[in-house]
Antibody, heavy 122, light 108 residues
Framework: QLQLQESGPGLVKPSETLSLTCTVSGGSISSNDYYWGWIRQPPGKGLEWIGSIFYSGNTYYNPSLKSRVTIFVDTSKNQFSLRLSSVTATDTAVYYC??????????????WGQGTLVTVSS | SYVLTQPPSVSVAPGKTAMITCGGNNIGSNSVHWYQQKPGQAPVVVIYYDSDRPSGIPERFSGSNSGNTATLTISRVEAGDEADYYCQVWDTSTHRGVFGGGTKLTVL
């Protein structure tokens, strides 16, 4: 059974860079059927797609975050990672990683990691 | 940018039917997926490809999608169905994931 697990600091200072890693177990990240994505959820609010990456390194980003976001993959470790620069308090959220099923008409995210809360505060 | 609109809340009595809508411009031409999120937990897909159910999801959950509205229907609602529900599409023209704002389902 495929599982995803987020890891990284739970507290980041304003203006610094948020860095998270998602470790995939129970399956290979190097699949032609899936992208791998990051989604976040501010406390008490809805879900926001951040971006997605293919194992080859091809990426798609949310235009609203694109200037600050980098997602990269390490197939040797079966991991993919998120970096979000110049963070502010509005970046405080639970960050989820998830597998994205590729589909001609648009795919879905399943499964999801348990999520990790990142707080931006000095 | 593509926008999905959901009602903030829906209330239903146990045993009745809940319908949660997701509005978007010509959403019927996209595949719509639905997630259930309970407090403190990660979202779980309950419907994909408009109306398909993953294994383990009760038959009480169903979906439809046509025109400008997709609908998640939960029949014979149980207390355990109380959760937030999100619709999602992949905007194939801009290669973006898009989520609706979410609907809080309250079981009275």
């Amino acid at each position: 059974q495929l599982q995803l697990q987020e890891s990284g600091p739970g507290l980041v200072k304003p203006s610094e860079t948020l860095s998270l890693t998602c470790t995939v177990s129970g399956g290979s990240i190097s699949s032609n059927d899936y992208y791998w994505g990051w989604i976040r959820q501010p406390p008490g609010k809805g879900l926001e797609w951040i971006g997605s990456i293919f194992y080859s390194g091809n990426t798609y980003y949310n235009p609203s975050l694109k200037s600050r976001v980098t997602i990269f993959v390490d197939t040797s470790k079966n991991q993919f990672s998120l970096r979000l620069s110049s963070v502010t308090a509005t970046d405080t959220a639970v960050y989820y990683c998830a597998r994205y099923r590729i589909s001609w008409y648009g795919g879905w995210f399943d499964p999801w990691g348990q999520g990790t809360l990142v707080t931006v505060s000095s | 940018s593509y926008v999905l609109t959901q009602p903030p809340s829906v209330s239903v009595a146990p045993g009745k039917t809940a319908m949660i809508t997701c509005g978007g411009n010509n959403i019927g031409s996209n595949s719509v997926h639905w997630y259930q999120q309970k407090p403190g937990q990660a979202p779980v897909v309950v419907i994909y490809y408009d109306s398909d159910r993953p294994s383990g999801i009760p038959e009480r959950f169903s979906g439809s999608n046509s025109g400008n509205t997709a609908t998640l229907t939960i029949s014979r609602v149980e207390a355990g169905d109380e959760a937030d529900y999100y619709c999602q599409v992949w905007d194939t023209s801009t290669h973006r994931g898009v989520f609706g704002g979410g609907t809080k389902l309250t079981v009275l």
